[in-house]
């Protein structure tokens, strides 16, 4: 078994690979099928000659002189409404941000040929797995516990996803076709719920430019169409996201997109997401620090229509910590999130900077809380600050029961870290080293899976 760690990459070299199967594809069978090459990994679905394929592609798209011009095109504009603005530690980590967009800007270009479609997941801290090198994708506040995969689709064209769920099934799964790179326009949706599965658990979604009319795992593809885009919620790092594969059914209009052709799509969607990209970022920021916004639905900003969230902002001083608590709800996912100013998530593997519903611990009186500290505070509900003093927070419910009579209430309070003890809620979960350590190992191995090889 091979696992690929994440690290801190360059652009290097593609891999000469030979592209995935076009042939009309066979339904998914009970277990992840290896045998025609498509699926390489027989416990990870993510593990395809698909992402293997567009992987060696975008690495080589990121070393190109004429991507990085537009990469450097894209700092400039970021950097002229923020450069005067941002904290000194804010604006250090401004390069390794827009390494990162660049990448996710190529990661979109690059799978952008709705002629010849493919399964690809994106917006990932960097690894080395599958043979590439690849760099980080983060951006945008991406949420750790989901599985990100987009696939090409213009109108016109006639396509089936075919799909398999497993015994560990996500705890939430979205279908979202969206209108533009990125990837905030919604013009069809399938929740998780809205799939009719097969009993082995496998399923087919079809996408044309006609109407369901009745047809179950069916979307229909608007003339602005550009990608579907899923998530698979983990609110346990121990399920499998879904397994995917994709055809076109109708013949393609033209040959390939050339090399050259893909450079110029990155290109475009690095300069096209700058302004949404600093838009999303004051949707946070355009707040009094310190502050937490009550839940609220994620549609008319641009994000996933079946979801609630809370966000904020803090500066802390040093010596400063936050507490975090709201009542309890019903709900099939949650999480929350630390991110550094630019809305990358904070390290993740290494780092308690994220908990969802399986990670954390309520209360022993049902109510929920959580310390950001940038110190152990010796409790199980830590958010690790990574030592910065300048972050956002993000917390997210999918799948809210309909029983559900209200949102729940979020607060936030800062105060000195030597008054926790005297200041946290007496039902808290607390955590000893030992503890500690079995959080982290715990966490470091389900985060390996998402890069099995084998």
Known sequence: MKIGRREVIAGAGALALTPPLRAALPAISRSIEVTDGYFLSSSNPCATADQRWLDAKAVELFARPDVQQAKERAAAGFARVTDQTVSAEVWSQFPGYVDSFAMRSIQLGVNSDANYPRVYRVYSPAANWLGNRVPASKWGQENPDNIYRIIPIRHGGHYVVHGKRHANTPSDVSYTLVADTNTSITVGLLGQKDIVSEPDGSFVITLDETPANGRSNHIQVTPDAQYLFIRDSLNDWAQTPNALRVERLNAPSRDPLTIDELAARCALVMRDGVAPAYYW?????????????????????????????????????????????????EASYFSIVLYDIWGRSLEYRDHLTSMNGTQLEPDSDGNVSFVIAPNDPGVHNWLDTTGLHEFTAGLRWQGISPDARKPPHVTARILAEHHLDSALPKAIRKASPEQRDAQIRQRQADYQRRFLES
């Open 281 to 329: 970022s004051r949707l946070v920021l355009n707040a009094q620090p310190g502050v937490l916004s009550q839940p609220h639905g994620t549609g008319p900003s641009g994000g996933l229509l079946t979801q609630m969230t809370s966000h904020g902002w803090f500066a802390l001083k040093p010596g400063e910590a936050v507490i975090v608590g709201f009542d309890p709800i």
